[in-house]
Structures are given as C-alpha cells and as structure tokens.
C-alpha cells in the first residue's frame, strides 16, 4: 500500500506544479516615452495597450493565464531603447514587446529581440526600414501595425501635389531617423511625380526658431510645406509662419495630429493636413465602443485622445499578439512567429479588420487602402475629406495587392 500511495503524491505535486505554471502571468513588454517631446504618442499608445489587456484579462486571459505588462520609459532616446530591451529580455522574461513610437529607438532596440527569438509588435514607429532590417537573416520577429512611410510619404506628395495642385513644395525634416528616412521616402515620391523641392532644410529635436528654413521656403516660392517631425517642433513650423507673415498649407507625416502640435501652434496649426489610419469619430460600432471606453478609463483634457492614432494602434497590437498565441497555443517566441506569420481567424481591431495580416515576407499590417486624410480643425483632428468619413465607416481589410507608391527601403 505504500507504493500507490508515493505514486499519488508524486501526481498531485505534479498537478499542483503544473497549475501553478497555467496561473503564471504572460509577461509583455511595453515601450514608449512615456515623457518628453514623443510622450503624447507614448502614454497614447500605453494607455490603448492597457485597456485592451484589460479587456482580454476580464475575459479570461489567453490560454488561461492573464497579462502582465511590464511598462518602461524609453524617454525617446536610443541608448535608454538598448538598456530597456536587454531589461525585458533577460531579467523580466518577456515573451513580446509591444511599442516603439520613435523609429530610431526601433533600430537601436530590436535586434535584441530578434536575436532572443522573441517578437516584436511595432504599434506606432514607421521608418521604412523598421521591419527589414533583418530580411537577410531566415525568421524575422519584427511586426507592425502601423503605416510605414512608404506608404504615408506617396500620400502626402499625392495630397499636395495631384490634390491640390501645388507646384513648388519645400521639404522641412527633423534630424533624427524618422525624420531623415521620411524625408528620403518624400524626396522619392516626388521624384515620382517629375518635381524637386524648392527647398530641403532640416532641423534638430527642441529647435524653437524655425525662422532661417521658412525664409529659404519662403525665397524659393514654395506654395506648400512637406514636413516630418514631431509635435513640438512641428508646431514651432507653424508659428514661424505666422511669425513671418507668411501661410501656406502644411502637409505632413501622421504627426501632425498630435496633441502637442495642435495646442502649441494655435490657429497656425488650423487646416494641417496628414495620414491617419484612425480619427476619434465614432464611425463604426468597434470604434465607438473604443472611444467610449479610452475616455471613460483615462478621461483626457477636452475628451480628446492626445494621440488617437497611437491609441487605437496600441490597443490592437495587444490583440493582434494574443490571437498569435492562441492559436499557437504557446508563448514560445517562434510559434507565436509562425503564427503571426498565418493567423487563421480575423482580428477586430479599432482600425481595420486584420484578416491574414502578416505572411513569412511580409510583417506590414496596414497597406495603403487603410489610410485616410485627416485635418486640423478647431483644436482637433476630423476627416479632410466626406468620403474618407464614409470609407471608415466601411469594413477594411488588408488588401494584398494594395502597395505604396515606394518600395520600403531595405538595410
């Protein structure tokens, strides 16, 4: 009789272990700036991947088992990128990152990832290159759901060139990665189009007197301004344009809808036009019950979501993920790879419907069809267009055959 009975203990304990593994939480990791300059699309992005994991949890979790966040502070700087990615991979034991606002936290970043085996959402950073930097190598772990500026560059050009009739444009870019490879994907489009610039002119994060680039616009006869930047900089833009005494349309990178743009450059900042994969306009019921729910939990200033694009990006990378590991009923880094790389059922999500969103040659979730123009008006961001209203209010689903107007550029 003793022997059943050591077999019979030896099987709780092995039941017990094995419970006490389903209940562990699956560790996610979450980056952003949270502070500084890029923190309106950080703590945006942060605050849709909560309510999302919120949501999954209530429901029950995946496969049993809740979501952890693990939430760091990049403050948009590549170095603190580094340190963070080797923190979650080593110490905390994530399975997935989700984040990346600044392209060239990105770059820096996610080749530890790549190398631990373990996958990358990028829900908000669009240089082209983000997700190829590693196509010479057999798996790629590095996703987005996000529009490259391969796509949003040909959009820009084609609203201010086709659209609206601009001969003469002037190209003002930050210094940075982001704003140096949308530059490149601007000055390709164009090129595409039979037009140079006018004018080329860069400027550094934390410029406030943009007035030496404007004149140059300005000299050139530039009819519009083609800008990639962030918000505060953006802004300063604007106001060395009523500085000057001098309007004409700005037309950038999605960007320019940020919170810090809208506020501190004021009626300078009226009629700005750039890409946008969501509006906070309750177009359909998914987005309704989103917008709902965002300013119910984080109740922002004026019910305006600092970052709408952020957020509703954000949030659906969070499901994006969790269908990648139900269905790979595993958080070991290469299933839920091989997964993402062939999810077999739809995803939801705020801004599209994700119907086979990413293959073995192809981690962009969003093609060019998803897009719409958005434009500042009255301190916040609406549709530029009625029939972009209505487009949204429609199904999209990612269209296999829809490419931008440039090749993203590979490393």
Partial sequence: MIRPFKLTALSALLLSATLALAAEPIKIGVDGPFTGGSSSMGVSMRDGVRLATAEINKAGGILGRKIELIERDDEAKNERGVQIAQELINKEKVVALVGYINTGVALASERFFQDAKIPVMNNVATGSIVTHQFDDQPDNYIFRNAAHDSIQAPMV?????????????????????YGQLGRADLEKALELKGIKPVAVEKFNIKDVDMTAQLLKAKEAGA???LTYGIGPELAQIAN???????????????????????????????????????IQEPTTPKRKAFIASYLKEFKPKNNRIDSPVSAAQGYDSVYLLAAAIKQAGSTDGPKVKDALENLKAP???????????????????????IPVFGEVKNERVVYAYPEDAKKASEVRVKDAAAKGALTPVKK
């Fill in 240 to 278: 060395g344009m009523t500085k000057l005494g001098w309007k004409v349309p700005m037309v950038g990178s999605w960007t320019l809808s940020m919170a810090n743009f809208i506020d501190n450059a004021g009626p300078g900042g009226e009629g700005a036009r750039m890409p946008q994969t969501f």
């Fill in 223 to 225: 009819e519009a301004v």
């Fill in 347 to 369: 995803v939801d999500g705020v801004v599209t419907t994700y119907n086979k969103p990413f293959s073995k040659s192809d981690h962009e979730a969003i093609t060019v069809n």
């Fill in 157 to 177: 050009v084609e609203e201010a060139i086709t659209r609206r009739g601009f001969k003469k444009v002037a190209i003002l870019a930050d210094s940075t990665n």
